[in-house]
T-cell receptor, first 115, second 114 residues
Framework: KAGVTQTPRYLIKTRGQQVTLSCSPI?????VSWYQQTPGQGLQFLFE???????NKGNFPGRFSGRQFSNSRSEMNVSTLELGDSALYLC??????????????FGEGSRLTVL | AQSVSQHNHHVILSEAASLELGCNYS??????LFWYVQYPGQHLQLLLK??????LVKGIKGFEAEFIKSKFSFNLRKPSVQWSDTAEYFC????????????FGTGTRLQVTL
């Protein structure tokens, strides 16, 4: 069974640009979450999508957005990049069951460097 | 909002030593608790989880954790560590009703020496 796949794995952008990251969840998983990992702040929740609807949102500015497609694949977008957006962006998928979260399966991440 | 504290940022142990990593959370309601591990160069993976029932939960690779509700703690233990346990360990909490949202601690880097 294939794991969570994130693309691209590495990318370099300059301030002011925008970036789109992609995540393909494990087959059958309808919940996709995004996290930002930095040395200073650790792992911080960005948002979660389930059946194409945003179900949860973390405390990030509106420059961070996401969406989910009918095949459960998800993208996140960061507009007007700032130096502080340099981070490892992790996607996680899970098989949601009523009332409790399933195990999160993480991808290897997309490492974004903003110059 | 919930928060998670991991008091040990960097732990160095010799092989065969016992391990206990602290985790405390702040939330007044019902929670689900997790420990995740990130081995060097690998993705995060689940070690163990607690939803309800027996507060002592066993996970993979000989790890266990005990949920002490009165102390808001979920400490991770292993009786005898191996060199291959060198990794970063993350405690996480999910407040019931928040779907799959996890709040992570800042992580503990464990280094096991031969």
């Amino acid at each position: 069974k294939a794991g969570v796949t994130q693309t691209p794995r590495y990318l370099i952008k300059t301030r002011g640009q925008q970036v789109t990251l992609s995540c393909s969840p494990i087959s059958g998983h309808r919940s996709v979450s995004w996290y930002q990992q930095t040395p200073g702040q650790g792992l911080q929740f960005l948002f979660e999508y389930f059946s194409e609807t945003q179900r949860n949102k973390g405390n990030f500015p509106g420059r961070f957005s996401g969406r989910q497609f009918s095949n459960s694949r998800s993208e996140m977008n960061v507009s007007t990049l700032e130096l502080g957006d340099s981070a490892l962006y992790l996607c996680a998928s899970s098989f949601w069951t009523s009332g409790r979260p399933g195990e999160l399966f993480f991808g290897e991440g997309s490492r974004l460097t903003v110059l | 909002a919930q928060s998670v504290s991991q008091h040990n940022h960097h732990v160095i142990l010799s092989e065969a030593a016992s391990l206990e990593l602290g985790c405390n959370y702040s939330y007044g309601g019902t929670v689900n608790l997790f420990w995740y591990v990130q081995y060097p160069g690998q993705h995060l993976q689940l070690l163990l989880k607690y939803f309800s029932g027996d507060p002592l939960v066993k996970g993979i690779k000989g790890f266990e954790a005990e949920f002490i509700k009165s102390k808001f703690s979920f400490n991770l233990r292993k009786p005898s560590v191996q060199w291959s346990d060198t990794a970063e360990y993350f405690c996480a909490v999910n407040a019931t009703g928040t779907a799959s949202k996890l709040t992570f601690g800042t992580g503990t880097r464990l280094q096991v020496t031969l």
